[in-house]
């Protein structure tokens, strides 16, 4: 049992992450925007968690322009999508 | 050690419970078009029962023996379907978008273009080729084919939106093939198909998921 808690992932622990894991691990890229919007967050907010899994390398950014407006989409990577199926596994596990 | 162990796990398990229900409502919420309303279906088969029996009492019984009268009842027959089909989109985003604002969603997003365009695709093709058949003049046929283009169409978007979607593609497909080896009798298939089907799984879909 205990093995199984030591595999639920700290970065995950906030509800915020986990949303922005959910949106990114079923939409191949989603912009700033839509994040804050789908999740509920004010700017700042949302800029921290983001600004935290991409530091830990599980979502990426990259930046272009729409007409002179920047957009920044944001994607999963793959240690990303595979640290998040492996805490999902380890959620699943403990509430069996 | 053991019970310190126990309840160590016990009292985090809700919060793993919650973690997983948040996890599951963001991926829907993001990747699917959730706000198509249950009304858009019923409406859209009252329509087409209104537009078939219409079709069907005032010009299929009594076929035009001039060349003349064959040509006006196409382009009344081509109105009738125009109109229903009108309607029906007009009503499903009517309500697709009141049922958006209720549950606080957005109507215009990424699932619900995804949406459009994947059942677009095959439901324009459908549509030109039944234009194509109904200048050649094979009418007969056309039942079959709105039905077979409609169902592949829905089919292929299932996947943006809910799961009963992809099932009544398939019992539109189903109804499409039985139209086309029943071929004299194709406007009650095409009945059934946009008219029943549609309420019947309306009206699940709006048990399901509009109620709540």
């Avoid at chain 2, 078009?33 to 219409?54: D, N, R």
Wanted: charged residues 20%; proline residues 1%; contains cysteine.
């Amino acid at each position: 049992m205990a093995n199984i808690i030591s595999n639920l992932n700290k970065a995950f622990d906030s509800r915020i992450r986990l949303g922005i894991m959910s949106v990114l691990m079923v939409n191949d890229s989603v912009d700033f925007n839509t994040l804050k919007e789908l999740l509920e967050l004010t700017d700042g907010n949302l800029a921290s968690h983001i600004k935290a899994l991409e530091s830990l390398e599980y979502i990426q950014s990259s930046k272009q322009f729409i007409g002179r407006k920047p957009n920044t989409q944001y994607a999963i990577t793959d240690e990303g999508r595979r640290s998040f199926q492996e805490h999902l596994n380890a959620l699943e596990q403990l509430i069996r | 050690m053991q019970f310190k162990v126990l309840l160590f796990i016990f009292t985090p398990m809700e919060k793993q419970l919650e973690d997983i229900k948040a996890i599951r409502e963001m991926m829907e919420k993001s990747s699917k078009f959730l706000s198509l309303s249950g009304l858009a279906g019923i409406t859209a088969g009252i329509t087409a029962i209104v537009g078939a029996s219409f079709a069907y009492f005032y010009l299929l019984r009594y076929p035009g023996a001039t060349d003349f009268n064959r040509f006006q009842e196409m382009i009344i027959l081509l109105a009738d379907a125009m109109l229903v089909l009108i309607i029906s989109i007009g009503f499903a985003l009517y309500f697709s978008w009141k049922k958006a604002k209720k549950k606080k969603l957005k109507f215009i997003n990424k699932a619900t273009l995804s949406t459009i365009y994947n059942l677009g695709i095959p439901l324009l093709t459908g549509g030109i080729f039944s234009l194509i058949l109904l200048f050649r003049g094979n009418v007969e046929i056309i039942a079959s084919n709105t039905l077979l283009f409609y169902g592949l169409g829905l089919v292929n978007a299932s996947k943006y939106t809910f799961e009963e979607i992809h099932y009544l593609g398939i019992t539109e497909i189903i109804l499409g093939i039985a139209a086309a080896i029943f071929l004299y009798h194709g406007i009650i298939f095409w009945t059934i198909g946009f008219g029943v089907c549609h309420i019947v799984y309306g009206a699940i879909m709006y048990k399901k998921y509009d109620l709540k």
